[in-house]
Structures are given as structure tokens and as C-alpha cells.
């Protein structure tokens, strides 16, 4: 089958955030909604700090709640809120580059 090249600028991805709770690991997901960037473009944004990459890749995200149980709307203040939490910037860092490597085949 032949490669058909088309230009993908965004993507949805799922993203597992692990958080401590009680001694143990909690792990949620949601899905981020990725800015898909050229491969030098990946390169210096690994260069320019974790803020900074979360800043030029998350550009939306479905299935984060708030403390009532509503869903979480993307905006400035949500993405600041979000940026501020280290456990969710990591599985947010960790899916994006799982995302560009590409997944392992299983045997």
C-alpha cells in the first residue's frame, strides 16, 4: 500500500496522569487535543523548558472535571490551573512523545 502524505495539524491522544493518593498512584486519563509540530520544531521545544512545550502542543482537551464533577472548558485560566499541577504536565509531556515515536508492535 503506498504512502498517502497528507499535512495532520492537530490530533486527539489520550493522556494518563499519575497522582499520588494515600501511599499509591491514582491514574485518570483525558484526551488532549496535540498541535502537531515539524520534527525540528520538536526538537527545540524540548529545549525550552516543560511550560513552554505544554504551551506550543495543548492546544484543547476533553474529559477533565472540575471538583463538582463538570467538565473543565479550555481557557487561559484552566490552562494556567493546569500548567501549575506537575503530575498533569508530565503525562501530558510523556503522551505527547508517545504520540510521535509511534507505537510498538506487540508479538
Known amino acids: 500500500m503506498a504512502l498517502v502524505f497528507k499535512k495532520v495539524t492537530e490530533y486527539d491522544w489520550e493522556v494518563t496522569v499519575q497522582s499520588p493518593e494515600k501511599g499509591k498512584f491514582k491514574k485518570e486519563t483525558f484526551t488532549a487535543k496535540f498541535k502537531n509540530v515539524g520534527r525540528k520544531a520538536f526538537a527545540n521545544?524540548?529545549?525550552?523548558g516543560d511550560e513552554n512545550f505544554v504551551r506550543s502542543v495543548l492546544v484543547g482537551w476533553s474529559g477533565i472535571k472540575d471538583a463538582t464533577g463538570n467538565d473543565l472548558e479550555f481557557n487561559e485560566d484552566n490552562f494556567e490551573a493546569?500548567?501549575?499541577d506537575q503530575y498533569i504536565v508530565l503525562?501530558?509531556?510523556k503522551a505527547y512523545g508517545e504520540s510521535v515515536q509511534g507505537a510498538t508492535e506487540k508479538n
Do not use: F, Q, T
Request: proline letters at 0%.
Open 45 to 48: 521545544l524540548i529545549e525550552a
Open 82 to 84: 493546569i500548567l501549575d
Open 91 to 93: 503525562g501530558i509531556i
